[in-house]
């Protein structure tokens, strides 16, 4: 479906699904081997083949060009209102992240709290419509989503005395449940709190931008390195350039950790002075 979608004849199609594959390793290429069936189709060229970005791209651009474009997304609007940035989603291969905003227009016939809690219910159909929509989209291309690895943040502000603070999952009653596949059986998603962090590309990000657990990962990477470097012959410089290379470089990129914080989970100091 994808090939036919981006032109290729279907000769060509119907020679690329007869294709027989071997393994090729350090030891020779395989005397068993396997290819599509009626049966038993093949949905991508395996795990480690330096196909896969090149397929995946093809994947992604059919699904991106196949969004329906009247399920709005995130929409960002800079305080001058002469800036407006309008975002589905950020993916990095197969992970992908889907945002939606808020367009609940508050009724002044109700409290603040009933407002509230109508556009809570607001976003969380307009996320559910969004996500149903991109997991119906990967589905024809051979792909499947596990909902107990993926999660969703709900990002609501309570007011005290005009201050904002993010509302935790105790203060904002919410749920998601979305179907997989051909079934018709709704599987909860999980929801995450706003303060609580999630691995992406080796860093713990979270909504909030408060980065204390990838603090503590920090320390947990300095202390194993430490245990690893103490016996070697690496100078301390030696040894502080390979850790801030292999551990920090990327972190202090993406969060917003303070000086403070990285230098104390370097332990530069205690460990390679």
């Known amino acids: 479906m994808i090939m036919a979608k981006l032109g290729l004849p279907k000769s060509v199609i119907q020679c690329i699904g007869e294709l027989v594959h071997l393994v090729k390793t350090i030891y020779g290429i395989s005397s068993v ?79 603040v709290a009933e407002n509230q809690h109508r556009e809570v219910e607001h976003l969380v159909e307009r996320l559910s419509a969004l996500s149903q929509h991109w997991e119906q989209l990967l589905f024809t291309t051979g792909v499947a989503i596990n909902f107990q690895k993926s999660h969703w943040y709900l990002m609501t502000w309570l007011w005290n005395n005009g201050i904002p603070c993010l509302a935790m999952n105790s203060q904002t009653s919410a749920s998601m449940t979305l179907t997989t596949d051909m079934s018709s059986l709704q599987e909860p998603v999980p929801r995450i709190e706003p303060t609580s962090g999630f691995r992406t590309l080796g860093v713990y990000v979270t909504p909030s931008g408060k980065f204390q657990q990838q603090v503590k990962v920090l320390r947990s990477h300095t202390e194993s390195f430490k245990a690893n470097i103490l016996p070697s012959s690496l100078t301390p410089s030696e040894a502080y350039c390979h850790y801030t290379e292999d551990k920090l470089h990327v972190t202090m990129c993406i969060t917003h950790s303070s000086s403070v914080q990285i230098y104390t989970s370097a332990c530069v100091r205690s460990h390679f002075t």
């Open 33 to 111: 081997s396997y290819g599509n069936t009626r049966e038993k189709l093949l949905y991508g060229p395996g795990q480690g083949s330096t196909c896969d970005p090149l397929f995946w791209l093809l994947c992604y651009w059919v699904i991106v060009s196949s969004l329906d474009p009247t399920i709005t997304a995130a929409t960002f609007i800079s305080a001058c209102q002469s800036i407006i940035v309008e975002i589905t989603g950020v993916s990095f291969v197969d992970d992908t992240s889907l945002s939606v905003t808020s367009e609940y227009v508050n009724d002044e016939y109700l409290s």
